[in-house]
Nanobody
């Protein structure tokens, strides 16, 4: 079992930056692949970025590739999502997610979720 708590969301103008954090507690953090998903109003939840549990491979949805960076600090049990050059279409609730021994790819569903943090990008 792992518990996830996101922070760092807020309101930002287009072109600005935010860094989301997700603090994990429970089983050894280093055994979990981590990811970020988002859900905009009226849309399905979508994969944004993932990072593997062992060799730090990273994966991104095409719409954020080159603008967002996922990283992890195993010593702090925390995963981050650095979001640069934000666009209004990035507005959504962002969720941290985890799965034991997950490679971080979008095709594998995580089984632990945080409560979400709102990101709003104004034009």
């Amino acid at each position: 079992q792992v518990q996830l708590v996101e922070s760092g969301g807020g309101l930002v103008q287009a072109g600005g930056s935010l860094r989301l954090s997700c603090a994990a507690s429970g089983r050894p953090f280093s055994s979990y692949g981590m990811g970020w998903f988002r859900q905009a109003p009226g849309k399905e939840r979508e994969f944004v970025a993932g990072i593997s549990w062992n060799i730090d491979n990273t994966y991104y949805v095409d719409s954020v590739n080159g603008r967002f960076t996922i990283s992890r600090d195993n010593a702090k049990n925390t995963v981050y999502l650095q979001m640069n050059s934000l666009k209004p279409e990035d507005t959504a609730v962002y969720y941290c997610a985890a799965r034991l021994f997950w490679s971080g790819v979008a095709t594998t569903k995580p089984n632990y979720w945080g409560q979400g943090t709102q990101v709003t990008v104004s034009s």
